[in-house]
């Protein structure tokens, strides 16, 4: 029994050699802007006979291409710059191309990073893969998408191609046109360095930070949380792209918080007086959850080096890692019970409305609302 499971894990190894030897290869391309560096991590694909129509044509409803193969495509400035004319602030981004049916291709940077893959190969265990076919559910961290001019093309490329090389007249001197490449088309964007006035600007827009409020047993309570908006997608594509523990943040950005001056009675638990980080769990069926938790969340520039530095020490919540870092320091689960909505809500709102002694937390967005009573404890 032995020898056998040591030949099984033989050949389990040398299975992965092999997925590995079989993935498209992967490059960095970079180029030097007004002394800062710029470079683009990418997969490169090969056609294998297939035209680029026959490509195109598979693309998802959204015709949101990942600009690659395998793992997500990264994009990373060192200086704020211009692509395509719009400003980009200093960082790492995801990089996709939308490509119409019909009309001009377009270049998208997303500060999304990516979803880890539950098996992930075993020589890229840290890798990070695109959204394909949901892109919907990150729209709204969008920094840039601009469109791209067409470029001719002498000869076709088998392999898709990141080029980056100093831009001709009447691109400025010290910019760079990067070009992408693939079978018949070629695609180029601009990409110039801003002068400091016009990068202070670049910053993308946060979404807005919103505070419930009640006196719970003669003391107050206070929830801190981010108040993202549809922007047109459902709440149904947004719930579909959960993680594995269907843990969300309740909010965005910054960690959503619960503040209590007193002791609180939560579920049938006793909550003690503090502030604690608030999340919802989301089943795929049955009620949503109330959950808090003494973690306070991480820095976001832990986790982003090129945080804004108003943003550098903020927490931020346990996105994907819920289960394996924090879910051991939770106070307490609360079922919550679903309530009819009076009209669809295009930004998430949590509001604590007075109820006796105590209050009733409601959590609405979209077509689905859900509350639960907090009362002060004995």
Not at 225 to 254: F, I, V
Not at 311 to 324: E, S, V
Request: proline content about 11%.
């Amino acid at each position: 029994m032995r020898a056998r499971s040591l030949h099984v894990a033989a050949a389990l190894l040398c299975a992965g050699a092999a997925l590995a030897q079989d993935r498209a290869p992967r490059e960095t391309v970079t180029a030097t802007l007004a002394g800062t560096k710029v470079a683009v991590e990418y997969g490169r694909p090969s056609l294998r006979g297939r035209p680029i129509a026959e490509l195109i044509a598979q693309l998802p409803a959204d015709r949101i291409w990942r600009a690659g193969v395998d793992a997500v495509t990264t994009f990373t400035t060192d200086t704020t710059l211009s692509v395509g004319g719009k400003s980009v602030p200093p960082g790492t981004y995801s990089m996709y191309v939308y490509a119409p049916a019909e009309g001009d291709w377009s270049l998208v940077l997303n500060r999304d990073a990516g979803r880890p893959l539950q098996e992930p190969p075993p020589d890229m265990p840290n890798a990070r893969w695109p959204r394909i076919g949901d892109y919907a559910a990150i729209a709204d961290q969008e920094v840039a998408r601009v469109t791209m001019v067409p470029a001719p093309v002498s000869e076709p490329a088998e392999m898709f191609t990141i080029t980056m090389a100093p831009a001709m007249p009447p691109a400025p001197p010290k910019g760079a046109l990067m070009t992408l490449s693939w079978g018949d088309k070629a695609w180029t964007v601009v990409l110039k360095p801003l002068p400091p006035a016009r990068a202070a600007e670049a910053a993308p827009p946060r979404a807005p930070r919103g505070k419930a409020t009640a006196m719970v047993g003669g003391k107050s309570v206070t929830i801190d949380y981010g108040r993202p908006s549809l922007k047109g997608r459902t709440m149904d594509a947004l719930l579909a792209q959960l993680p594995e523990d269907r843990m969300w943040r309740a909010g965005e950005n910054q960690v959503t918080t619960l503040t209590t001056e007193t002791p609180l009675l939560i579920g049938g638990k006793r909550v003690p007086a503090g502030t604690y980080s608030l999340y919802v769990h989301a089943p795929i069926s049955g009620p949503w959850s109330l959950v808090l938790n003494t973690d306070k969340g991480v820095p976001l520039a832990s986790i982003f080096p090129a945080a804004p530095p108003e943003l550098r020490d903020a927490p931020w919540p346990h996105i994907q890692d819920y289960r394996k870092s924090i879910a051991a320091q939770e106070v307490v689960r609360a079922a919550m019970t679903q309530v009819t909505v009076k009209g669809p809500a295009d930004l998430f709102t949590i509001e604590l409305a007075p109820a006796g002694t105590g209050a009733t937390l409601t959590l609405s967005w979209g077509d689905r609302s859900w509350s639960l009573p907090i009362r002060p404890a004995s």
